[in-house]
């Protein structure tokens, strides 16, 4: 028996979110479909599935015959954004979110699944907690503005490491370029795979601050899930999103002093809890089952059954 045609695209090299959702995930259902990737017209196949960016309205005509799964991944900035491709949307059979915040904007134009990321940039797991390394952050330039001002807000109780996709960083003009104030404990340097997963080794916590557009507002979980499982004690924004799934999956998060945070002091003894031995141990512990959960084959697994729901090959819900 034949098994179901699948597309993937549009193909957009140099996007971490097409390599994630698209390449990697693409090639782990190969067991299961015909997969094929797209980076203009998609091909005709049974299923489609749109990473990031949707077709243009004129392709609409050409997927009459297809099922059209869409994965929005950070592509819109409001909601008035995702109002404005209602035409596209409403011939969606799912649509898979990777933040429940964005449901009830889905949610009116076709079925919304949520699914994770698997876990891409994770250390194995450490059999020890680090107690005297450096705190580490991971995130493009662009999110970088909240971060600067948080730093520059508080005296930090351990030196920092800004891992950054900045093609100056490495040297003292990228901290100045950054906004950063003389003296702060900072060091900026240029990210890879190998050396986030190195740096992830080393480091006795991470943290991660979200700013308060709405991309920001609704983000993934993934580099908090990253840094769970690879033993990481994390401290998140009360407010992200992040923080909100994770409380959703039984998991408390060390809490980053932020807004309410007035003094030096009130900062440390909001660090008390990210830098126990207690909390090392409860996030190794809740890393080690995120690293089994949500890895790329249990993800993919997870993909197949959507998609064959999609086709009428089984039951249309995750859930």
């Given at each position: 028996?034949?098994?179901?045609?699948?597309?993937?695209?549009?193909?957009?090299?140099?996007?971490?979110?097409?390599?994630?959702?698209g390449?990697?995930?693409?090639?782990?259902?190969?067991?299961?479909?015909?997969?094929?990737?797209?980076?203009?017209?998609?091909?005709?196949?049974?299923?489609?599935?749109?990473?990031?960016?949707?077709?243009?309205?004129?392709w609409?005509?050409?997927?009459?015959?297809?099922?059209?799964i869409?994965?929005?991944?950070?592509?819109?900035?409001?909601?008035?954004?995702?109002?404005?491709?209602?035409?596209?949307?409403?011939?969606?059979?799912?649509?898979?979110?990777?933040?429940?915040?964005?449901?009830?904007?889905?949610?009116?134009y076709?079925?919304?699944?949520?699914?994770?990321?698997?876990?891409?940039?994770?250390?194995?797991?450490?059999?020890?907690?680090?107690?005297?390394?450096?705190?580490?952050?991971?995130?493009?330039?662009?999110?970088?503005?909240?971060?600067?001002?948080?730093?520059?807000?508080?005296?930090?109780?351990?030196?920092?490491?800004?891992?950054?996709?900045?093609?100056?960083?490495?040297?003292?003009?990228?901290?100045?370029?950054?906004?950063?104030?003389?003296?702060?404990?900072?060091?900026?340097?240029?990210?890879s795979?190998?050396?986030?997963?190195?740096?992830?080794?080393?480091?006795?916590a991470?943290?991660d601050?979200r700013?308060?557009?709405?991309?920001?507002?609704?983000?993934?979980?993934?580099?908090?899930?990253?840094?769970?499982?690879?033993?990481?004690?994390?401290?998140?924004?009360?407010?992200?999103?992040?923080?909100?799934?994770?409380?959703?999956?039984?998991?408390?998060?060390?809490?980053?002093?932020?807004?309410?945070?007035?003094s030096?002091?009130?900062?440390?003894?909001?660090?008390?809890?990210?830098?126990?031995?207690?909390?090392?141990?409860?996030a190794g512990?809740?890393?080690?089952?995120?690293?089994?959960?949500?890895?790329?084959?249990?993800?993919?697994?997870?993909?197949?059954?959507?998609i064959?729901?999609?086709?009428?090959?089984?039951?249309?819900?995750?859930?």
């Amino acid at each position: 028996m034949r098994r179901p045609t699948v597309a993937f695209g549009p193909v957009r090299d140099g996007f971490g979110s097409w390599e994630w959702v698209g390449v990697e995930l693409a090639e782990a259902l190969s067991p299961y479909f015909d997969v094929t990737m797209f980076r203009d017209d998609p091909p005709k196949t049974q299923a489609a599935v749109f990473v990031k960016f949707p077709p243009p309205t004129d392709w609409l005509p050409r997927l009459e015959s297809t099922r059209i799964i869409y994965c929005p991944v950070d592509f819109f900035g409001s909601a008035k954004e995702i109002d404005q491709y209602s035409e596209f949307l409403a011939c969606c059979s799912a649509i898979i979110i990777h933040s429940h915040r964005l449901r009830k904007y889905f949610r009116p134009y076709a079925p919304v699944e949520y699914l994770d990321h698997h876990i891409r940039f994770a250390t194995p797991n450490r059999r020890r907690s680090v107690t005297d390394g450096p705190l580490l952050y991971v995130g493009v330039t662009s999110n970088l503005p909240p971060v600067v001002e948080w730093i520059n807000r508080f005296s930090l109780p351990r030196d920092l490491i800004l891992l950054t996709n900045h093609t100056e960083a490495g040297d003292e003009a990228s901290v100045k370029r950054f906004g950063i104030s003389q003296g702060k404990r900072v060091q900026v340097l240029r990210w890879s795979p190998s050396l986030q997963i190195q740096l992830q080794g080393e480091c006795s916590a991470a943290i991660d601050i979200r700013g308060s557009d709405f991309r920001a507002r609704h983000k993934p979980p993934t580099k908090a899930m990253d840094f769970l499982a690879s033993g990481i004690p994390v401290a998140l924004s009360a407010s992200s999103s992040m923080a909100d799934h994770l409380r959703f999956m039984g998991f408390e998060p060390a809490i980053l002093p932020g807004s309410d945070a007035v003094s030096d002091s009130a900062l440390i003894r909001g660090f008390d809890r990210l830098f126990s031995a207690e909390y090392a141990s409860e996030a190794g512990r809740f890393g080690a089952a995120i690293a089994e959960l949500n890895s790329l084959p249990r993800i993919a697994l997870r993909m197949r059954r959507l998609i064959d729901g999609v086709l009428g090959g089984g039951t249309d819900r995750l859930l």
